[in-house]
Nanobody, 122 residues
């Protein structure tokens, strides 16, 4: 049974940091691109970042502030969020798609976690 379980969400003040974690099970983790998306109320799902076997890619709004990394041995993917802004407030979701081509399109991802909420106060 495939599972993606996010953790680490919470409330943080603007300028602060937060680290999200996603634990994967039930599929061959190393064969999948792992991505992070976010969605705020009333807004579309937004690509945050993704990592394949060796490279990370980011959405424009988070470049230079967020870092995506993975540990294939532990089957986890991390999202380090630095210099957060109120606009980063959203539900954050971990997702997986088979292969090594990174996609920024949410509909191409096969597996999804339940999400974790991040709230940034000014």
């Amino acid at each position: 049974q495939v599972q993606l379980v996010e953790s680490g969400g919470g409330s943080v003040q603007a300028g602060g940091s937060l680290r999200l974690s996603c634990a994967a099970s039930g599929f061959t983790f190393s064969a999948y691109v792992m991505g992070w998306f976010r969605q705020a109320p009333g807004k579309e799902c937004e690509f945050v970042g993704a990592v394949n076997w060796g490279h990370a890619y980011y959405g424009e709004s988070v470049k230079g502030r967020f870092t995506v990394s993975r540990d294939n041995a532990k089957k986890t993917v991390l999202l380090q969020m630095n210099s957060v802004k109120p606009g980063d407030t959203a539900g954050y979701y971990c997702a997986a798609v088979r292969g090594d081509m990174v996609s920024t399109s949410s509909w191409e991802y096969e597996y999804w976690g339940q999400g974790t909420q991040v709230t940034v106060s000014s």
